[in-house]
């Protein structure tokens, strides 16, 4: 029956109906004494006295505790570096951000905790065809992270495995379009590189909110059964690299030189040109003036001419000057010996034996030559002032 019902003049508390404000300790002693009476554990007797009216107050207050309790489990923390995904009757609602939030108590909505900054990773080994089919033994990394949680969480079933899944697709593919050698000597950088750029393109098409941090291959050899013939080809390939280098180091020594000799053959052509042509300007300006002087006193100048030739043939060679017709004595010379000397010696001795035979003889026929030229030359003279 309720407390308010025409004729009643108390409330639930004991108060009677009037306007004076209840007393709070009262009705919390008041309330006290009901709930021990109910659970029988108070003075007021046992729980066999209960009434409707008692029951009822112990089921709204059971009620009320238990809604708040409800509404409180929706109050949840998100922590630095994760995205809360909250769903609501199982459809994606929200994402919130790190910080305390609060959402709708189960069975009405549900958060899902995402690690959006921390590195995942994926390690694989496989076999894969290059280019010029040959069989490679690839083991590679990949590092990755979740760049849209929502995206993780709802838009593929497992992103995890569709990135391993990418990761070998794209190795294959780019492995396939590239040589043997190519992938295993310097062009790893580029392998990596390409693959990241691949799984990032098929991993968006997907909408798995993934992102490719960074891309590892650790190891690309043949495969065990060809190891040893893959090492031979290795040695020759570097002998050859080897060869090569030495040959070109030879060449950069040689060629230099070469090009220096060939600079300088090549200079002394055009200094022995140089000087022939000069030489022979100047043998031509001479012969030009000879010729002049020849048209004026032909006699002379041919004599002069002689006189010259022999002095540059006598002068070049050892030689020995007697005056047989004006010597009154015979001498005698050790000519083998002057003859044989050479050098410094040749003209040595041939200023000793002309010493020994006597300056006045030299004298004299240097008088006689210098004589029979002044007379050829007066001579010459004479006929052309005639003509």
């Given at each position: 029956m309720p407390w308010n019902e025409p004729g009643?003049?108390?409330?639930?508390?004991?108060?009677?109906?009037?306007?004076?404000?209840?007393?709070?300790?009262?009705?919390?002693?008041?309330?006290k004494k009901k709930l021990n009476g109910i659970l029988g554990s108070g003075k007021g007797g046992s729980g066999k006295n209960r009434g409707p009216e008692d029951i009822s107050g112990i089921a709204i207050i059971a009620v009320i505790?238990?809604?708040?309790?409800?509404?409180?489990?929706?109050?949840?923390?998100?922590?630095?570096?994760?995205?809360?995904?909250?769903?609501?009757?199982?459809?994606?609602?929200?994402?919130?951000?790190?910080?305390p939030h609060w959402r709708m108590p189960w069975p009405i909505d549900a958060v899902t905790m995402v690690n959006v900054e921390g590195v995942r990773r994926?390690?694989?080994?496989?076999k894969m065809l290059t280019e010029d089919e040959n069989i490679i033994a690839i083991s590679y990394e990949a590092q990755y992270n979740i760049k849209d949680a929502q995206a993780y969480t709802f838009?593929?079933?497992?992103?995890?495995?569709?990135?391993?899944?990418?990761?070998?697709?794209?190795?294959?593919e780019v492995v396939g379009r590239n040589k043997m050698d190519f992938i295993?000597?310097?062009?790893?950088?580029?392998?990596?590189?390409?693959?990241?750029?691949?799984?990032q393109t098929i991993l968006d098409s997907y909408n798995t909110g993934l992102n490719v941090l960074q891309v590892n291959l650790n190891e690309a050899q043949p495969p065990e059964?060809?190891?040893?013939?893959?090492?031979?080809?290795?040695?020759?390939?570097?002998?050859?690299?080897?060869?090569?280098?030495?040959?070109?180091a030879y060449r950069n020594d040689i060629v230099p030189k070469a090009r220096g000799d060939a600079q300088s053959m090549l200079e002394d052509a055009e200094a022995y040109?140089?000087?022939v042509l000069k030489s022979s300007e100047g043998e031509t300006e001479r012969f030009s003036k000879l010729l002049a002087e020849y048209k004026l006193a032909p006699e002379v100048t041919r004599e002069r001419l002689y006189l010259d030739s022999m002095e540059k043939v006598m002068g070049e060679n050892a030689k020995v000057i007697m005056d047989s017709s004006n010597?009154?004595?015979?001498?005698?010379?050790?000519?083998?010996?002057?003859?044989?000397?050479?050098?410094?010696?040749?003209?040595?001795?041939?200023?000793?034996?002309?010493g020994e035979l006597g300056s006045s003889n030299s004298t004299r026929l240097r008088r006689d030559i210098l004589d029979e030229f002044n007379r050829n030359s007066s001579r010459s003279r004479s006929r052309e002032t005639r003509k």
């Open positions: 009643k003049d108390k409330d639930p508390w004991g108060q009677r109906n009037n306007d004076a404000p209840p007393d709070l300790d009262e009705i919390f002693n008041k309330l505790a238990l809604i708040v309790v409800w509404l409180l489990s929706g109050i949840y923390i998100v922590d630095e570096g994760q995205r809360g995904v909250v769903t609501r009757f199982g459809a994606k609602a929200e994402m919130t951000m790190p910080g994926v390690n694989h080994k496989s838009d593929v079933r497992d992103p995890d495995l569709t990135l391993k899944q990418a990761a070998e697709s794209a190795f294959r295993i000597t310097e062009g790893r950088t580029e392998v990596t590189a390409e693959t990241k750029n691949i799984m059964e060809v190891q040893d013939a893959f090492a031979d080809a290795i040695k020759a390939r570097e002998d050859q690299q080897r060869i090569i280098n030495e040959a070109n040109r140089t000087r010597s009154g004595n015979l001498m005698y010379l050790p000519l083998d010996k002057l003859m044989n000397r050479s050098g410094n010696n040749s003209s040595s001795v041939q200023r000793s034996a002309q």
